[in-house]
C-alpha cells in the first residue's frame, strides 16, 4: 500500500520537476547545432563532421550531465539543497583548515556570481530563438523578432510580482508536450536515415577530433550549448529531491534530447541547407506556427526556472550575509519556495533588454553564452572534490581519477568559450565580476561593522554589576536587537544614557544563520536567563528560510518566558557607516560602496517581521 502511495505521489512530483528543472537544457536544441555549423566559427556541413559532432554532444552529455551531476555531484547535497552555496556551507561546515575555507568561500562566492551572469542570458537567448523560428516561415517577420521578443519578456518580468503558483501548474505538462515533440521529430528524421545513429559511437568524435583538431576546440564552444543548464538539476534538488530529478533525466529528458540532436544531425546529412534552423526544419511547413508558439512557450518556462532561481540565490546569499538585507515577498501561503525579490527581478530585466537589444540575434548571443556555464561547472568540480576529501572520505587516488577527469573537460570546455570572450562572453564575466564584488565587500564591511562594534561594547558581567538599583524601571519587555552573541548592545547603552530607564524585563536577541538549509524548531531557540530581569536570546534560521522574530518569540512560552507583543517594545540599531581613512581597514571605494549598500538595504523591522508600531529605532556612527 505504501509503495502505491509513493507512486502516486512521485508521479505529480517527476512531472513539476520536468517543468521547471530541465526547462534551460531542454531549449537548447533550438539553437546549438544550428551555432555550431552557422556561428561564428561555423564548422563545414559535410557527412563526416555532422556525425563527429553529433558523438561530440552526445559524450558531453552523458560526460558532463549523466555522469558529472546526475550520478555524483547530486549525491553531495546539504541536507537536501544543492547550488554552488549550499555546497559551500556544507564544504565550510566540514573544513578546519582556515586557509582552505578562505580559498573555498571565493570560489563558492564567484560561481554564484557566475549564475547571475548566466540567468541574464539564458532568458534573452531562449526566447530570441524562439520567436526567430517567425523568420523561417516568412522572411517578412525578421523585423518583428525584437519588438515580440521585448514584449514577451517584459510581460514575464512584469508578472512575478504576482507569483507563478498559478502559471507553475501548467510547467510541467507543457514541458511533458515539449520533449514529447522533440522526441518525436528525432525519431521521425532518425528513420529516414538510420545511418546516423552511429555516431553514438565515442569513434566517431575520436576521430573528428584526431583529424581536425582546431575544428573540434573551436566546436566546443559551442557544444557546451547542449548542456547548458545542467547545472540546474543540482540547484533545483532541494525543490524536487534527487529520486524524481534522475527517474526525469534518465526515463524521458535524456532520451527525447539524444533523438532531437540526432534528427537534426539526420536532416542535415540529406539537407544541408537546413542548417539555418534545423530545429524548425525538423517538422512539416504546416507545422511551423504551432511549433513556433510551442517553442516560445518552452523558453518562457526555461526563463522564468532561471528567474525564480535568481531569487533563491538572492535569499541565500542574504541569509548567508553576502548581500544587505533586502525586501522578499512570499507569493504563496502554502508553498515556501515561492518568492519574489522585486531588486533582483528589476535588475534581470534591465539587463536582459540591454542583450536582446545589443546582441540583436541568438547566434550573437550565444557568443556570450558558455562562459558563465563552463565556469560554473568547473568551480562546481573543484567544490566536489573536497566534498570527496571531508565527507566522503575517499582515497585520494579515487579523488584524483574521478575529480581530475571532470576537471579535464570542465577546462577543455572552458578553454573554448574563453576565445569568445572579445565576441560577447566579455558580458557574463564583467556581470559576474560586478557580482562578486558587491558579495565579498557587503561581506567584509560587516565583519568590519562587527569589529568596531564590539570594541564600542562592554562585557554583559561587568555592565549588570554597574547597573544601580536605582535605575527607574518600566513596565513591560524591551527586545534588543543585536548581532553579537556577547557584550552590551550600542542601543540599550544609548537608550540608557538619554532616556534613563529600563523595561523590566530585557531581551538581547541575536539571530543567526546556520550552515544548514532548514532549522530543527526545537533548536532554533536559545535562552539565557541572567541577573537583574535580562534574558540572552539567540535565534537560529537555515540559509532558505526566512526570519519571524514576532513568531519565534512565542516559541520562548515553552521555556517559561512568554512575550506579549501588545507590552514588547522592541529597539533597532541602524549604523550609519562613515569611510576610514585610505587604506585603514578596506579600500575607500570599497568603503563607500558598502555604505551606499547599507543605507538601502531594507530595515530590519521589516526584514524580521516585526510589527511597525512597536519599534524604537537608535541610529549609530561607525567608521570602518
Known amino acids: 500500500m505504501s509503495s502505491e502511495h509513493s507512486r502516486k505521489t512521485l508521479a505529480p512530483v517527476v512531472v513539476a520537476a520536468i517543468g521547471v528543472v530541465f526547462g534551460d537544457i531542454g531549449t537548447s536544441p533550438l539553437y546549438a547545432l544550428k551555432e555550431i555549423f552557422n556561428g561564428h566559427h561555423p564548422i563545414p556541413v559535410t557527412p563526416d563532421n555532422i556525425l563527429g559532432i553529433l558523438s561530440m554532444i552526445f559524450w558531453s552529455i ?10 555524483v555531484i547530486m549525491r553531495a547535497d546539504n541536507r537536501g539543497e544543492g547550488g554552488s552555496l549550499a555546497l559551500l556551507s556544507l564544504i565550510t561546515e566540514n573544513s578546519r583548515n582556515r586557509v582552505v575555507t578562505w580559498a573555498i568561500s571565493l570560489l563558492g562566492i564567484f560561481a554564484a556570481a557566475l549564475f547571475y551572469g548566466d ?23 525578421k523585423r518583428f523578432v525584437i519588438p515580440i521578443t521585448l514584449a514577451i519578456l517584459t510581460v514575464l518580468f512584469f508578472i512575478q510580482k504576482r507569483g507563478t503558483g498559478v502559471v507553475g501548474l501548467f510547467f510541467g505538462p507543457v514541458m ?46 559551442s557544444v557546451v550549448l547542449a548542456v547548458t543548464g545542467g547545472e540546474a538539476l543540482y540547484t533545483d534538488m532541494g525543490h524536487f529531491g534527487r529520486y524524481p530529478i534522475r527517474l526525469a533525466w534518465f526515463g524521458f529528458v535524456m532520451p527525447a534530447l539524444v533523438l532531437n540532436y540526432f534528427g537534426q544531425g539526420a536532416l542535415l ?54 548581500l544587505p538585507r533586502m525586501l522578499i515577498v512570499h507569493t504563496s501561503g502554502k508553498e515556501q519556495g515561492q518568492i519574489y525579490v522585486p531588486f533582483t527581478n528589476w535588475t534581470l530585466y534591465l539587463a536582459v533588454v540591454a542583450l536582446v537589444i545589443g546582441f540583436k540575434n541568438s547566434s550573437n548571443l550565444a557568443a556570450a553564452y558558455g562562459i558563465a556555464v563552463t565556469g560554473t561547472m568547473l568551480i562546481d568540480t ?3 572534490a ?3 576529501v571531508l565527507l566522503w572520505r575517499w582515497h585520494w587516488l579515487k579523488v584524483v581519477l574521478v575529480a581530475g577527469a571532470f576537471l579535464a573537460v570542465d577546462i577543455a570546455f572552458f578553454a573554448a568559450n574563453a576565445l569568445k570572450i572579445p565576441e560577447g562572453g566579455w558580458f557574463p564575466i564583467a556581470m559576474a565580476l560586478v557580482s562578486f564584488t558587491v558579495l565579498t565587500t557587503w ?25 544601580c538599583d536605582d535605575v527607574h524601571r518600566v513596565s513591560g519587555t524591551a527586545v534588543f536587537m543585536t548581532s553579537a ?38 533548536d532554533r531557540i536559545y535562552l539565557h536567563r541572567m541577573d537583574k530581569g535580562f534574558l540572552r536570546i539567540i535565534i537560529r534560521y537555515g540559509f532558505m528560510e526566512d526570519p519571524d522574530i514576532p513568531q519565534a518569540l512565542e516559541t520562548c512560552r515553552r521555556f517559561g518566558e512568554p512575550f506579549d507583543m501588545m507590552e514588547t517594545t522592541f529597539f533597532v540599531s541602524r549604523e550609519t557607516v562613515i569611510p576610514g581613512v585610505v587604506g585603514r581597514n578596506i579600500n575607500p571605494w570599497r568603503a563607500r560602496l558598502f555604505s551606499i549598500m547599507s543605507k538601502n538595504a531594507t530595515s530590519a523591522t521589516d526584514f524580521f517581521k516585526i510589527p511597525n508600531n512597536r519599534v524604537v529605532e537608535m541610529g549609530t556612527q561607525l567608521v570602518i
Open 176 to 221: 511533458v508536450g515539449w520533449f514529447g515533440v522533440l522526441g518525436v521529430l528525432g525519431v521521425m528524421e532518425i528513420a529516414r536515415h538510420p545511418e546516423v545513429l552511429a555516431a553514438l559511437s565515442p569513434l566517431y568524435a575520436i576521430h573528428f577530433i584526431g583529424n581536425h583538431t582546431g575544428l573540434a576546440f573551436l566546436a566546443l564552444g
Open 119 to 141: 540567468s541574464m542570458i539564458t532568458p534573452a537567448i531562449s526566447v530570441l530563438s524562439a520567436v526567430e523560428g517567425l523568420q523561417i516561415i516568412s522572411p517578412d517577420f
Open 443 to 467: 561581506r567584509r564591511g560587516r565583519r568590519l561593522v562587527r569589529r568596531e562594534l564590539a570594541k564600542q561594547g562592554i562585557p554583559m558581567q561587568a555592565f549588570l554589576r554597574t547597573l
Open 485 to 522: 552573541k556577547e557584550g552590551v548592545p550600542a542601543a540599550l547603552l544609548h537608550n540608557l544614557k538619554h532616556n534613563q530607564v529600563l523595561h523590566e524585563r530585557v531581551a538581547l536577541v541575536t539571530v543567526e544563520t546556520t550552515d544548514t538549509p532548514h532549522v530543527n524548531e526545537f
Open 269 to 322: 546529412l540529406n539537407e544541408p541547407g537546413a542548417i539555418e534552423s534545423p530545429f524548425f526544419h525538423l517538422g512539416p511547413h504546416w507545422a511551423m506556427v504551432p511549433m513556433v508558439i510551442l517553442a516560445t512557450l518552452a523558453t518562457v518556462i526555461a526563463s522564468q526556472a532561471v528567474i525564480s532561481g535568481a531569487f533563491s540565490v538572492a535569499r541565500q546569499a542574504v541569509q548567508m550575509g553576502f
Open 382 to 384: 573543484v567544490l566536489v
Open 386 to 388: 573536497f566534498v570527496m
Open 62 to 71: 552523458m560526460a558532463l550531465v549523466t555522469l558529472k551531476y546526475v550520478s
